[in-house]
């Protein structure tokens, strides 16, 4: 090999500089489409702000209108054509930064947490579902360990483990909601009481009320790890099957496949659920029973009692409320197509599909 000398040192720092300039050429344009970028983003807010309130002056007008019975299908016309665009200003709304929420403020700053691609968006979400997953399996391993041997360390590794989990899931959904996701506000809400409830776990000192209920807090965990991965399949399909949906172009039969598949398997998860939600009011029993038979027990018992108590009730409360929820958008939904089908088959003179009758069969198999 040839010995480097300094003539060739100097020609290769020539050619550098060369390919410097072309790096600030490049570095220019990216500069300039990053201003045009956010040009654009305000643009689109301002049109947002625009047709919403364009759209708010016409409806109140319509409210003050005595419609006439001719002018009715009129009005239902506008009335659609109002939902749809709100559903595409969501769509467009989905693709700009938007601003945090007080909590991450509060944990993050204003750093800005949008993620404004739609497979960049995917894979966040696909990785928060596998980090649950995870951390289930992780908690499921040392529940079961801590459920034959007692030892404090492990016991704490398990504690600490459940407040880092959920203190970060809760962060973790923020960052969701921040990006359109629809998770509801129950949920979030969950973690930051989960959250409460572990830390109290971890401060509750080693007495004979502890070691009572030890063996069924684990046992309960063991349950919760296999729920969560049962969670996790659910969530995984419904994932997939939505990005899948989105890139084809045969909508409607594939929405119909989804829809069977969804209610499929929230028929399946949703007995395992309840299951668990009867293990919370079971916990919640027990602890406030020890607090009330044993009145020198540590605060912990009762206040986690008061903590499983609530979160009994609030994940039975809000599970029960979503079937209704997807059973009335699945018939807003239907009604859509089937008021396209209703055209598409007059005119090619077959009858049009009952939605209302479809979904109950959907939900009977
Ligand atoms: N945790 C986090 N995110 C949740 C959630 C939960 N428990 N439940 C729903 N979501 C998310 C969905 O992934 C979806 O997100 P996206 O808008 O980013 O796509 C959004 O919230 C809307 O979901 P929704 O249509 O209301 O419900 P679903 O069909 O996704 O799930 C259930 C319905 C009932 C299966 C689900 O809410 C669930 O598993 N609940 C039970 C949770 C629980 O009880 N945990 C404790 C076990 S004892």
């Known amino acids: 090999m040839e010995l480097p000398t300094v003539d060739s040192c100097l020609e290769r720092w020539n050619e550098l500089g060369t390919e410097f300039k072309s790096l ?20 689109c807010v301002k049109e947002i702000s625009h047709q919403k309130y364009q759209m708010g002056i016409i409806k109140r007008s319509l409210k003050r209108i005595k419609v006439p019975k001719e002018d ?3 009005v239902d016309v506008l009335h659609r054509g109002f939902e749809r665009r709100n559903g595409q200003i969501t769509d467009i709304e989905h693709a700009l930064p938007k601003p945090n929420g007080l909590y991450l403020k509060i944990i993050l700053g204003n750093v800005n947490v949008s993620i404004l691609n739609k497979n960049e968006k995917f894979k966040y979400k696909d990785e928060y579902e596998k980090f649950k997953l995870v951390l289930s399996v992780i908690g499921f391993l040392l529940s079961v360990i801590n459920l034959f041997t007692v030892n404090r360390l492990l016991e704490l590794c398990l504690l600490f483990l459940l407040v880092w989990y959920y203190c970060t899931l ?28 572990s830390a109290v776990l971890v401060v509750w000192p080693q007495s004979e009320s502890w070691y009572l209920f030890r063996p069924q807090f684990m046992v309960f965990n063991v349950y919760i790890s296999v729920v969560q991965y049962l969670q996790f399949r659910y969530q995984q399909g419904v994932l997939y099957r939505l ?12 929405i119909e496949g989804f829809h069977s598949w969804m209610w499929r398997g929230l028929g399946f998860l949703l007995p395992f659920l309840f299951a668990g939600y009867f293990f919370q009011l079971y916990n919640a029993y027990t602890l406030l029973h020890l607090a009330y038979s044993q009145p020198n027990s540590p605060w912990q018992v009762a206040v986690l009692g008061m903590l499983f108590f609530v979160l009994f009730l609030g994940n039975a409360v809000t599970t029960v409320m979503v079937i209704p929820q997807k059973v009335q958008e699945n018939r807003r939904r239907k009604e859509g197509l089937s008021s396209k089908t209703h055209s598409q088959s007059t005119s090619q003179g077959e009858p049009p599909t009952s939605a209302t009758i479809s979904i109950y069969f959907l939900i009977i198999n």
């Open 170 to 197: 809760t962060i973790r959904e923020s960052i969701l909601k921040v990006n359109g996701s629809k998770i509801k506000g129950w949920w979030r809400l969950h973690h930051f009481i989960s959250t409460v409830a």
């Open 24 to 43: 600030e050429a490049i570095n220019k344009v990216y500069l300039e489409k990053l201003e045009e970028l956010s040009d654009l983003q305000s643009k």
């Open 243 to 254: 990005k899948a949906l989105g890139e084809r172009h045969n909508m409607d039969i594939t």
């Open 72 to 74: 009715r299908e009129k």
